[in-house]
DNA sequence: TCACTATATCAGCATATGCTAATATAAACA
DNA sequence: TGTTTATATTAGCATATGCTGATATAGTGA
């Protein structure tokens, strides 16, 4: 049996699974399941451009599934996990393939990622 | 603990999201979860033309959420449960809210639905 | 201060989406 | 058979979306 689920709004539950419902948005957020990222980190995995990078993570940092917090010339982006939609956003990742070998392809072509 | 996700190619889960991420279609399949309805259900329940209902259903039908049964004049829509994508689909829906208002709203208007 | 790096924003474009109105298809029934 | 009812399909339109390229903003460090 499943835990109970604490219920959205109809129109909010929509707005979440449309925004997830981009492979791109779909796939940071899943990255980010596991590790914080910078910009640089999407910028480098995924193959468009900075400012669309931008976009998406604006979009899901103004829903409240994605907070940042700057470090020194970065800003790293993580999952709002005090957002109401926190628990729907970890139930559909649960679903959702693991995309860690975005970040060790990266690593073999030798683009290492070094936000630190 | 959750039990453990079959987990879908993240092409699929993405199409999934962003089928439910539509508050039509969403309304609609949550309303699928308790009864399967047909077409003119839909249409006195939603304010939107008979052409648009048949569009979305054919999209949710399109990629295997629901199914359609025909039994007479009617065709009735049903949720795919031996889809893949049900899982998913199941635990989303735990975060919606009940649409039944939706229905005894209507028998409150003497427009009783009757399909049967 | 100036240059460099990281990130955000803006303008513009091509494509996708959701809708309506009109029309087609198919079952039911006189 | 012809009419009515239920549903699907098509064309066309307005708006939303995702992208790029150009530019703005902000921290860092010489």
Sequence with gaps: METQATQLELEKAASVLKLLGDKTRLSMVKLLEKNDCCVCEFVAIFDIS???????????????????????????????????????????????????????????????????
């Design 50 to 116: 900075q400012s669309a990078i931008s976009q998406h993570l604006r979009k899901l940092k103004d829903l409240g599934v994605v907070k940042e917090k700057r470090k020194g010339q970065w800003i790293f982006y993580s999952l709002n996990r005090e957002s109401e939609l926190y628990a729907l956003v970890e139930n559909i990742l649960r679903f959702v393939p693991d995309q860690d070998e975005r970040i060790s392809e990266l690593e073999k072509q030798g683009l290492r990622i070094s936000c630190e």
